[in-house]
């Protein structure tokens, strides 16, 4: 292992910050829609099925972008492939301005979505290929505080922008108070052009990953770029001869070795915790949550400053979990966690449900709301990435990994496309409490049948599977 005096931190920072950019986009790109449900359902006359697939539509684009995302990090390299994921967005955000009708608005939401999908796998890949060993867990953990803050800054332009339009008074052409005044919503989405171009132009100042250099016997370039890493030319040397050697005695990944009993049972525990994780509501919240206080009697102004207090106890608590995830360990936070969720989950059905008859403030139904997103980001927020890549054993880590993240893309758009069926179909009340239900399920099969993880090593958590 290389010594820490000799490792340049800050060019390493500098690098995963960048990266972790593209985790802005994500959460920006995922929480905007919340802002502009309402407002593009009522131009475009649409019933609660094409509302959800005007919400959904992006999540195919992340499952399609999924799908293409290692072939494209694999033949072309990691940089390269984060400047067409900054592309996407790019034109996502311009062409949802700008579309002429509601087919060429699903049309750019799909290809912001399949920004996402790209940038969901490359960019956390890319700073675990940079990062310095002992320093990569909180590097990696960046791209995940950065999607909460992209959702953070999604609620706050909307919050924003919707006063831009209730005050009409912008100066400037037709085609600006089109955007910004008369179908806000348009701004909404496209001001995500602005840090999506600012991503593409700052990536060409980052380098390619070397690890990738290397797989494809580029070694000068690679060995200049770990030079900078480490400074010291030797400890450079000594972190590339690691990484010839991994790749030329490492296990290879074969897909037949997950039919071997002890790995198809963790491959199924993690396909089942991933899609469990998004019926529990808090996708529900974030794209759909100002429909959702608003049905509480609340008005546009309101309704949309309660969405970015949601945002903002998602992104501290985010940075909380990622304090303790290694001393409180995985199972203890969902335990704690999901008893929270289930709790804060049957408040908030009940306040649907008995809210005006008992006069219970609206107020309250906003502390419900904090609370159980404290409860969510503390817990399976924080956890599920990080479970999945530490339970599965190193031969199949990847290909297993990518069957899991598959299936949560899945839930991702099922609930996306459920949701307002739900709260029409269920009532919100109803709603709330078949997420409250769906929490039993998922505590059960971390208890009974998820190995804490926390303090062991990949070996010891091999072991403890074949047993």
């Given amino acids: 292992m290389t010594s820490s005096l000799g490792q340049n931190m800050g060019y390493v920072v500098f690098l995963s910050v960048v990266a972790a950019l593209g985790g802005f986009l994500f959460g920006y790109d995922t929480a905007v829609i919340s802002g502009t449900i309402d407002q593009v359902a009522a131009q475009y006359h649409l019933d609660p099925m094409q509302q959800g697939w005007f919400v959904g539509c992006a999540l195919v684009g992340s499952i399609l972008g999924v799908l293409v995302a290692g072939v494209l990090g694999d033949r072309f390299g990691r940089k390269r492939t984060m400047i067409v994921s900054a592309v996407l967005f790019t034109v996502s955000g311009v062409g949802c301005a700008v579309s002429g009708n509601f087919g060429m608005l699903i049309v750019n939401r799909i290809i912001g979505g399949v920004g996402i999908g790209v940038v969901s796998i490359i960019s956390p890949l890319y700073i675990s290929e940079v990062a310095i060993t002992k320093y990569r867990g909180r590097l990696v953990s960046l791209y995940q505080l950065a999607i909460t803050v992209g959702f953070l800054g999604a609620y706050l332009v909307n919050y924003e922008l919707l006063k831009v339009a209730a005050a009409g008074n912008l100066s400037g052409g037709a085609l600006l108070k089109k955007i910004f005044v008369a179908e806000s919503w348009r701004g909404m989405l496209g001001m995500e052009s602005l840090p999506a171009f600012l991503f593409f132009l700052i990536i060409f100042f980052i380098p390619e990953s070397p690890r990738w250099l290397l797989m494809r016997r580029q070694e000068s370039r690679a060995l200049a770029i770990m030079c900078r890493i480490y400074r010291d030319p030797r400890d450079a040397d000594q972190e590339a001869n690691e990484v010839r050697w991994q790749l030329q005695h490492g296990e290879r990944s074969d897909w037949r070795l997950l039919l071997k009993p002890a790995y198809f049972r963790a491959l199924m525990i993690g396909v089942a915790i991933a899609i469990l994780g998004q019926f529990m509501g808090v996708n529900a919240v974030l794209y759909y949550g100002p429909t959702i206080f608003r049905n509480s009697g609340l008005s546009d102004g309101d309704s949309l400053l309660y969405q970015v207090l949601v945002g903002v106890v998602n992104a501290l608590t985010t940075v909380l979990a990622l ?33 005006q008859d008992w006069h219970i403030p609206a107020g309250m139904l906003l502390t419900f709301f904090l609370s159980y997103i404290f409860f969510c980001a503390v817990s399976i927020c924080a956890v599920i990435w990080v479970l999945l890549s530490e339970m599965y054993p190193t031969a199949v880590r990847g290909i ?54 926390a303090g062991k090593s990949l070996e010891e958590i091999e072991r403890m599977w074949e047993r």
């Fill in 323 to 355: 304090l303790i995830i290694d001393k409180v360990g995985r199972k203890k936070l969902v335990y704690y966690g999901v008893s929270g969720m289930i709790s804060t989950l049957l408040l908030i059905a009940l306040y649907f449900l008995k809210g």
């Fill in 400 to 453: 297993a990994m990518s069957i899991a993240g598959f299936s949560l893309w899945i839930g991702t758009y099922l609930i996306g496309q459920l949701t307002p069926w739900m709260l029409s179909a269920l009532s919100p009340a109803g709603t709330f409490a078949l997420f409250a239900l769906m929490c039993l399920p998922y505590v059960w099969i971390v208890w009974r049948l998820v190995p804490e993880t």
